[in-house]
């Protein structure tokens, strides 16, 4: 039994299976099997966080879609990895996502591409993780992903084509409103996610 997470090789690949037998209190992602430590989040970061997700509470009172904060685990469908036989997982906790299709919901969080995801980047973000993260979304099929940058006040919102590809949109400031294409009705004022 894995109790603490310095007995992990994080050179190793692990699968889902490992996943929920580690007993730590290090919250960590599985990214096609790779571990990657999470830091905890700043005080900004859960401004932000906090209330994005009030807003798309609010938002969702009498609509069938849930909201969801990190942490929260969302297992990703991807392309099977093959490690000694078995399936590489995948498990994101993104800052917040939001599931339309309930049936993905079940008591260890959500099995397969929830409709949103937000990611609000941090200090201890990698230019790879950000990157492996957008790849990651992509290949699942998350329908949007908004990439929160706090330091620079801004947004980016990227929406899957019918290529199944992402289209990003401009860059979102603080004089913008910010508005879903997934959940139709829903927009933000960009300067009250800054404030």
């Not at 900004?44 to 990190?70: D, M």
């Not at 990611?119 to 990651?136: A, M």
Request: aromatic content about 12%; hydrophobic content about 35%.
């Amino acid at each position: 039994m894995i109790t603490d997470i310095n007995q992990l090789d994080l050179n190793k690949r692990y699968t889902y299976t490992d996943y929920l037998t580690w007993q730590f209190t290090e919250r960590v992602e599985l990214l096609r099997g790779k571990v990657f430590k999470m830091a905890a989040p700043s005080r900004v970061h859960q401004e932000i966080s906090g209330f994005l997700y009030f807003r798309l509470y609010s938002f969702l009172q009498n609509q069938p879609c849930k909201v969801y904060s990190a942490p929260f685990d969302v297992r990703l469908p991807l392309p099977p990895h093959k490690i000694k036989g078995e399936k590489a997982d995948t498990v994101v906790q993104p800052d917040i996502c939001v599931i339309c299709d309930l049936s993905k919901l079940d008591d260890k969080g959500c099995n397969g591409a929830p409709e949103l995801i937000i990611e609000i980047l941090s200090s201890g973000n990698s230019k790879r993780e950000v990157q492996d993260k957008f790849d990651l979304y992509e290949s699942a099929g998350v329908l949007e992903y908004w990439v929160v940058q706090p330091t620079e006040k801004f947004i980016i919102r990227y929406n899957l084509d019918e290529k199944d590809k992402y289209i990003g949109s401009r860059l979102y400031t603080e004089d913008d409103t910010l508005e879903s294409n997934v959940l139709q009705g829903f927009q933000i004022e960009v300067n009250q996610i800054f404030g």
